[in-house]
Every structure is written in structure tokens, then in C-alpha cells.
């Protein structure tokens, strides 16, 4: 006889275990099924935490060679590429084992396995050995995440082609790195190996990096990001890319159809992501999809099946961490009754480069396509005291508010700690607030949040510090 469960979720990633864990506090039976063999999905594994590991080290590292310059002499720095992988690998190994510990602690039963349906109300998991057993269900979320997207014609093999998972553990620097895309995790990691030592070539398709971005944000940072030393050749299309005996040849053409090569030991493709769910049987149980094959749901998360949900990077919305964790939350209160929401106005983005840029809320370009008339501060980091004494001077805070009502829209920041600074934007947008309850919010000093204030003083022209 299959055991039975009043909730499954399949995939363990940020928005499954969160999900499987605040529907067993919610008082269901639940089970987890995760087919990696570890849990914490893409973000965990091969996504957010080994990425920021190895960002965090490679810009100690960058840091460390240049401390002589600020009065600190040390001997020869040198890049030991082996124990910064361990340590990148520990990070990962220590998440991973919380997040079972966690599901262990609410009593989420674990299924190490594929997980697929056999029908509405039974789950089929095989695991590595290739067993198979089934499981009962009266609620299922799929949670399956994303998978990273090629290139037509283009094989990824980890080693000389590689997607994010490959360019997160190359056993030693390239010297040449060819970047396809310049999107959040190109950029993130063309940053890593660009610190360590690699010439890094971003090629985009578009007149700009970082789609979907505030144009003029994108702009200060391909500048800050020229500087550093990363290239661009923007609105190149890729043609091929073949491998040889150095590495491999990209070619492209661009705008005016002029044909460039450019060779490399190792090429970076990141052109997105896509949903992932194959595997799921989904076409059995008539679950409908969208024409980018992600699940189609309602604003409960609920499919076109009564007791069948999905969220996260496999339906639509932004692919991050944080959405599909809110959605995991939301889901599994819809499912007893209560009512989850997701705020997707109030999602940041946040891109870990040096340095970090954030966002949330409404672009420029956005409130000008839906006629919204509207306001901006803006407060450069070189005149924040904090900024100036540690010498981290790049970038600006710039807060976008309703001409009439003053309410905050969006925001945008390039610099130093942008991804902690973006939260207490967040929460003046959750609660609906003016640009001038930012700036009559008393803020310490020196710290680089009076940043945020002085561009909300601004948005009125009353900064004081510029």
C-alpha cells in the first residue's frame, strides 16, 4: 500500500522546501521530492550561493593586491584556485544539509528521486538506482524550477562551452572568457573570472546590457564595468561557435553585418533560462502550459487541475530565488484555506557584481510607456561620508515617485551594499509610502543608507549633500 500525503511538492529548490515546510506548519502531512540528491534547487547548488562565494573571494582577492595603495603592505598575494573552490564547495555543502535539517525538524518527508505524476493523485518517484515507488497525494506543487538555455546548434559541454554550472567550477583562470549574454549571471560571472585574472569579451545581442534594467542605470554600470576591464560588443549576434584545439572560436556578425571572430579558452553561455519541466508527464493528467512551456496558473498558483499548483521559475514571472519562496509561502496558505499573495510590484532584483546594483519597482521606461507622470532624486555615493572614507565612491541611488502623490514607484541603485540597501525601499513600497517618509526617516551616520534619504530629499530638491 503507497503511503499517503495531504500535500507533495516536487523539487526541494528555494521555493519547493520553503513551500513543503510552511504547509507541514499549517498542520498537513507532507512529503518533499528532490531529484538532484541534494536539496536547495538551483539557488543552493549552482546558482546564488556558489556564485556569491566565489564573487565575494575573487573580489578579496582583487582587494588584497591593491592594499598597498591604502597603507597596508603585505607580501606577494597569489590566487590559490583549488582551496577557493573547497571553500565555494563547503558553502554549498553546509546550505544544503540545513535545508534537509529543516525539513527533518517539521516533519517533511524526503523523497530522494525524480518525482513525476502517474496520475492527479499519484506521484511517481524513481531514484538513482532506478527503483520506483508511488506515492499518494491530495495536493501536489510543482516546483521544478529552471534549466539554463543554448544556443541552436551550440552543445554545452561544461568544459571548454559551459552554461553558469560549468563557469562555476573551471579547474583553472582562463586566459581569454567569452561571455554570450549580458545578463544578470554573465555579468556576475565574467566579473569572477575577470578578478582572477581572465580577459572577459561580453558579447549581446542588444544596444545594452541587463534587459529589463533602468536605461540609465545599465549605462553607469557597462561604464563602471569597461573600467574594470570587461569588453563590449554590443548588437553582435552569435553565428557559431567551434571548438579547437586552444579552446574555441566565437563568430558573429553585427548590426551592419560586419563578420567578427573572437577565440578564447573557454566560452560563457548565458542567454537565460528556461522552465523545467520535463520528465513531469504532465502531458498524461492534461496539465496546460504556455507557449514558453512553463505552467499555466491562476493568481492562486492553482492549474487548470482542482489540486494541482505550481510556482517559481516554472511558471511566469521573474526566475529568483526570493519570488518562488514568497510563492511557495502564498501557495501553500492558499491551499489550506487562507490567502497567500505574492506583491510582485515589490520584488527586487539584485545583480552581485563590484559594484552591486538593485532594483525594484517601476523603470523610467516603464512609467513613461504606461503615462505616468513622475519625479526623481538622485544621490551620488561620492558625496555619502561612509563612501568617502572607505574610497567605494561608485554609483548612485535614484528613487522614482508619483508626481501628485509623491508615492514611491521604483528605485534603482548602483554601488556598495545595493542589495541590503534596495530591503528598506521595499518596505516603504510594501506600506505604500511617499518619497518624503523616506527622507523624514532619521537615518545613522555615516552609512551608506543616507544615501537612500538624500535621494528622497532629492526627489523634492532638498538634498543637502549635493
Given at each position: ?7 507533495v511538492v516536487i523539487g526541494g529548490g528555494p521555493g519547493g522546501y520553503v513551500c513543503a515546510i510552511r504547509l507541514a506548519q499549517l498542520g498537513l502531512k507532507t512529503a518533499c521530492i528532490e531529484a538532484r540528491g541534494s536539496l536547495g534547487g538551483t539557488c543552493l547548488n ?421
Amino acid at each position: 500500500m503507497s503511503e499517503k500525503f495531504q500535500a507533495v511538492v516536487i523539487g526541494g529548490g528555494p521555493g519547493g522546501y520553503v513551500c513543503a515546510i510552511r504547509l507541514a506548519q499549517l498542520g498537513l502531512k507532507t512529503a518533499c521530492i528532490e531529484a538532484r540528491g541534494s536539496l536547495g534547487g538551483t539557488c543552493l547548488n549552482v546558482g546564488c550561493i556558489p556564485s556569491k562565494s566565489l564573487l565575494n573571494l575573487s573580489e578579496e582577492f582583487n582587494k588584497a593586491k591593491h592594499l598597498f595603495n591604502k597603507g597596508i603592505d603585505i607580501g606577494e598575494v597569489r590566487l590559490n584556485l583549488n582551496k577557493m573552490m573547497k571553500n565555494k564547495d563547503k558553502a554549498v555543502s553546509v546550505l544544503t544539509k540545513g535545508v534537509e535539517f529543516l525539513l527533518k525538524k517539521n516533519k517533511v518527508s524526503y523523497f530522494k528521486g525524480h518525482g513525476s505524476f502517474k496520475s492527479k493523485n499519484e506521484i511517481m518517484i524513481k531514484d538513482d538506482q532506478g527503483k520506483e515507488s508511488i506515492i499518494q497525494t491530495e495536493n501536489t506543487v510543482i516546483a521544478t524550477g529552471s534549466i539554463p538555455t543554448s544556443l541552436p546548434g551550440v552543445k554545452v559541454d561544461e568544459k571548454v562551452i559551459v552554461s553558469s554550472t560549468g563557469a562555476l567550477k573551471l579547474d583553472k583562470v582562463p586566459k581569454k572568457m567569452v561571455v554570450v549574454g549580458g545578463g544578470y549571471i554573465g555579468l556576475e560571472m565574467g566579473s569572477v573570472w575577470s578578478r582572477l585574472g581572465s580577459e572577459v569579451q561580453v558579447i549581446e545581442f542588444l544596444d545594452h546590457i541587463t534587459p529589463g534594467m533602468d536605461k540609465e542605470i545599465s549605462s553607469e554600470f557597462m561604464k563602471i564595468l569597461k573600467k574594470q576591464g570587461i569588453r563590449f560588443n554590443m548588437q553582435n549576434k552569435v553565428e557559431t561557435i567551434k571548438k579547437n584545439s586552444s579552446g574555441a572560436v566565437v563568430s558573429t556578425v553585427d548590426k551592419n553585418g560586419n563578420k567578427n571572430n573572437f577565440d578564447c579558452d573557454v566560452v560563457l553561455i548565458s542567454v537565460g533560462r528556461k522552465a523545467n519541466t520535463n520528465g513531469l508527464n504532465l502531458d498524461s493528467i492534461g496539465i496546460e502550459l504556455d507557449e514558453k512551456k512553463r505552467v499555466k496558473t491562476n493568481k492562486m498558483f492553482k492549474t487548470n487541475i482542482d489540486n494541482i499548483y505550481a510556482i517559481g521559475d516554472v511558471i511566469s514571472g521573474p526566475m529568483l530565488a526570493h519570488k518562488a519562496e514568497d510563492e511557495g509561502i502564498a501557495v501553500a496558505e492558499n491551499i489550506v484555506g487562507q490567502l497567500g499573495h505574492v506583491n510582485y510590484d515589490t520584488i527586487p532584483g539584485v545583480i552581485y557584481t563590484t559594484p552591486e546594483v538593485a532594483s525594484i519597482g517601476k523603470t523610467e521606461e516603464q512609467l513613461k510607456e504606461l503615462n505616468t507622470k513622475y519625479k526623481i532624486g538622485k544621490f551620488s555615493f561620492m558625496a555619502n561620508s561612509r563612501a568617502k572614507a572607505i574610497d567605494d565612491t561608485e554609483g548612485f541611488v535614484k528613487i522614482l515617485a508619483d508626481e501628485n502623490t509623491d508615492k514611491v514607484l521604483g528605485a534603482h541603485i548602483i554601488g556598495p551594499h545595493a542589495g541590503e540597501l534596495i530591503a528598506e525601499i521595499g518596505v516603504a513600497m510594501e506600506f505604500g509610502a511617499s518619497s518624503e517618509d523616506i527622507a523624514r526617516t532619521c537615518h545613522a551616520h555615516p552609512t551608506f543608507s543616507e544615501a537612500v534619504k538624500e535621494a528622497a530629499l532629492s526627489v523634492d530638491k532638498r538634498a543637502i549633500h549635493s
